[in-house]
Structure formats: structure tokens, C-alpha cells
T-cell receptor, first 111, second 115 residues
Framework: GENVEQHPSTLSVQEGDSAVIKCTYSDSASNYFPWYKQELGKRPQLIIDIRSNVGEKKDQRIAVTLNKTAKHFSLHITETQPEDSAVYFCAAHNAGNMLTFGGGTRLMVKP | SAVISQKPSRDICQRGTSLTIQCQVDSQVTMMFWYRQQPGQSLTLIATANQGSEATYESGFVIDKFPISRPNLTFSTLTVSNMSPEDSSIYLC????????????FGPGTRLTVL
């Protein structure tokens, strides 16, 4: 089955700096890669996603890149703000119509 | 996206008892899933809730422990049976809306504590 590795497990940045979270996946048939943000005590919220037919997608301060050959994808957050502090999960969607999640990254943005 | 609600939002239960969690969506959806999130951990898929038929369970999860129903396109239940403290987790349902192929949206979750 699919295996998704996520790094780092914790990330601390100063407000205004950039944050990068990286994920690798094992199943070359995976074709959809969403990112979720989970604030304490709340549900995971979809923040951006990318499909296997594109290499990069951007939405304001958030961007995701995908390297199908290397089977890795990354989340980039620029100009970080304290409200970006949360746990971020990457996931890979395979042909079996299931999501496999990475282990999560706890992002702390220091004011 | 669809509006998803879960009941109860939280509960504290005694070991050996069972709890049924409900997931209600405000529109018809194609797929519904149940996940478990243990404290400080990632999300693990328990099963896919199939409308009108038996759920499809992931490795490590069995129907006797986690019976699931999905009588229609907007509602599903997950029962946690014969609970032990190890079942203390957040249980989340997720859905894929009609017109979509794979994007999953999550319900607010049910926080279960087993004493």
C-alpha cells in the first residue's frame, strides 16, 4: 500500500519568514495530493491541493510543488503569521480512492 | 463544500460499553469515510462507508469492533464496540461531494475518552 513520509515533525519560524514542509510517497499511481491544516481541537481543513498533471500551484501565501519522478511534494508558506501556527498534514490519494496521510508537522510561528 | 455534522461532539464512556457516532451531511455525497486520530497522531482510515452494503475495512480494523452503517447518501454511523482505554481517540467522518472525484472534507470529530 501507499506510504507517506512527512518532514520535519516540528518546525519553528519567526513571523515573516518562510516555512517549507516536505513529503514523499511510495505509490507511483498516486495522482492527487492535498494538504490539510489542523488547529488545536478543530477538524482538518483543506488548504491547497495539487494533481499529478501539474508541477506547482499557488494560492496567495501558500504554494505546493510536486515532483512525480522523485515522488515528493512540498508545502511552502511565505510571510508566515502567528495564525499559521497549526499542525499540517500532507496526503496522497491512490487509485483505490483512499487518502494516506503523512505523520504531520507542528508549525510554530513566533511573533 | 458540504456541511458536515457529527454527534456527539465528545463523550466519556466506561470500558466494555459501546458508543455510536453519527455523521450527517447537508447534501448527497458519493463517498463517506471514517478515520481515527489518536492523541497527537495523524489520521488513520478505519473504513469506507458504502451506501446500502457492508463497509470496506482497512487492515487492523474489523466489523465486530467498528460496525458501520450508511443507509443513504447523507448519513452514516460508526459504533465503537466493547470499548477499552486504547479506543480513546478522535473519530472523524469525511466525505467526497457529488461532482468531485477525490477531495475529502472532514466533519468536526467526536472526542472519545474511555475510562
Amino acid at each position: 500500500g501507499e506510504n507517506v513520509e512527512q518532514h520535519p515533525s516540528t518546525l519553528s519560524v519567526q513571523e515573516g519568514d518562510s516555512a517549507v514542509i516536505k513529503c514523499t510517497y511510495s505509490d507511483s499511481a498516486s495522482n492527487y495530493f492535498p494538504w490539510y491544516k489542523q488547529e488545536l481541537g478543530k477538524r482538518p481543513q483543506l488548504i491547497i491541493d495539487i494533481r499529478s498533471n501539474v508541477g506547482e500551484k499557488k494560492d496567495q501565501r501558500i504554494a505546493v510543488t510536486l515532483n512525480k519522478t522523485a515522488k515528493h511534494f512540498s508545502l511552502h508558506i511565505t510571510e508566515t503569521q502567528p495564525e499559521d501556527s497549526a499542525v499540517y498534514f500532507c496526503a496522497a490519494h491512490n487509485a483505490g480512492n483512499m487518502l494516506t496521510f503523512g505523520g504531520g508537522t507542528r508549525l510554530m510561528v513566533k511573533p | 463544500s458540504a456541511v458536515i455534522s457529527q454527534k456527539p461532539s465528545r463523550d466519556i464512556c466506561q470500558r466494555g460499553t459501546s458508543l455510536t457516532i453519527q455523521c450527517q451531511v447537508d447534501s448527497q455525497v458519493t463517498m463517506m469515510f471514517w478515520y481515527r486520530q489518536q492523541p497527537g497522531q495523524s489520521l488513520t482510515l478505519i473504513a469506507t462507508a458504502n451506501q446500502g452494503s457492508e463497509a470496506t475495512y482497512e487492515s487492523g480494523f474489523v466489523i465486530d469492533k467498528f460496525p458501520i452503517s450508511r443507509p443513504n447518501l447523507t448519513f452514516s454511523t460508526l459504533t465503537v464496540s466493547n470499548m477499552s482505554p486504547e479506543d480513546s481517540s478522535i473519530y472523524l467522518c469525511s466525505v467526497v461531494s457529488r461532482g468531485d472525484t477525490d477531495t475529502q472534507y472532514f466533519g468536526p470529530g467526536t472526542r472519545l475518552t474511555v475510562l
